[in-house]
């Protein structure tokens, strides 16, 4: 019997509760459980970690899930690393929904990174105003440039003091619109941009603002996850369940 487990987090995530419930096909959606409000799916829902492999393995044999699709953010990684793990040893078939990679345009000013740390070191020596579009995690790494002024956007309130000297925190949930972030962005007299390479729409507004203010982008590269069958839109997963009736063997 079919019955999905679609690790979420993303708006393409909600994308595809949304078709999976529509097509009346048994699934349960999952969150991690970071934000103090996640978004309402149209399916049954759990929040929370699911104690690593072992702990994910054992979740996909009790709950006799028949397919997996990791629809988790793209930096995301121990999460995706898991659900491979944790698939392969259930013998469940899983395959990712993940949007491809912003790539630079014209007029574009991108500096690539290949993790924060080096996002760090990109950032000059001399005082700037950053904005900081990375979510909550590792904002201490930044604490190695105090001498800047920090930007932060953040789903949620911080729960305490921000790891950061000069820092301030704007609280807003994307989609998120050019002028609105151009506005941002000038209002805050913003000189460099930090971000991590989601892919998508809902996130990319930012970019498009720093297209036309002219400011340098300091873009993270994703993180490296094992191979697996990565399809790029709702309906291509769609065709995959179909593709995939039962559990690997059976
Ligand atoms: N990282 C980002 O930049 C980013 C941005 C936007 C949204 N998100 C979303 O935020 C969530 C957490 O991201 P992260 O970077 O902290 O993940 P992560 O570092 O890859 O995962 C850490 C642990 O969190 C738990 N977890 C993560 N996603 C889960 C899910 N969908 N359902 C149940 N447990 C989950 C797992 O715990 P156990 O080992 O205990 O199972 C996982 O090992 C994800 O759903 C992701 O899509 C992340």
């Not at 574009?108 to 990109?122: G, K, M, R």
């Not at 904005?131 to 789903?155: D, E, M, S, T, W």
């Amino acid at each position: 019997m079919t019955r999905l487990l679609i690790l979420g987090g993303t708006t393409e995530a909600s994308a595809l509760a949304r078709a999976v419930a529509e097509a009346g096909i048994p699934a349960v959606f999952s969150y991690a459980g970071r934000t103090e409000a996640p978004v309402g799916q149209p399916l049954p829902t759990r929040i929370g970690g699911f104690g690593g492999v072992a702990g994910l393995e054992a979740y996909l044999r009790d709950a006799a899930i028949s397919h997996v699709i990791d629809a988790t953010h793209p930096f995301a990684a121990q999460m995706s690393r898991n659900a491979v793990a944790a698939s392969k040893a259930a013998g469940v078939p899983l395959c990712s929904l993940e949007r491809p990679a912003w790539v630079a345009g014209q007029g574009d000013n991108w500096h690539h990174a290949p993790d924060i740390a080096a996002a760090v070191a990109i950032l000059p020596e001399a005082p700037a105003r950053v904005f900081l579009a990375i979510g909550k995690q590792n904002l201490n790494l930044f604490a190695a440039k105090p001498q800047h002024h920090y930007l932060l956007r953040l789903v949620d309130p911080p729960e305490g003091p921000l790891p950061l000297p000069d820092a301030e925190a704007v609280i807003a949930r994307g989609p998120f619109t050019e002028p609105g972030d151009r506005a941002l962005l000038s209002d805050h007299r913003i000189s460099h941009i930090v971000a991590k390479n989601a892919g998508g729409t809902g996130a990319e507004a930012k970019l498009q603002a720093a297209r036309a203010l002219g400011l340098p982008v300091i873009l993270i590269d994703r993180p490296e996850v094992p191979a697996r069958r990565v399809l790029a839109t709702v309906a291509e997963v769609m065709g995959w369940i179909a593709d995939h009736p039962t559990r690997l063997g059976e």
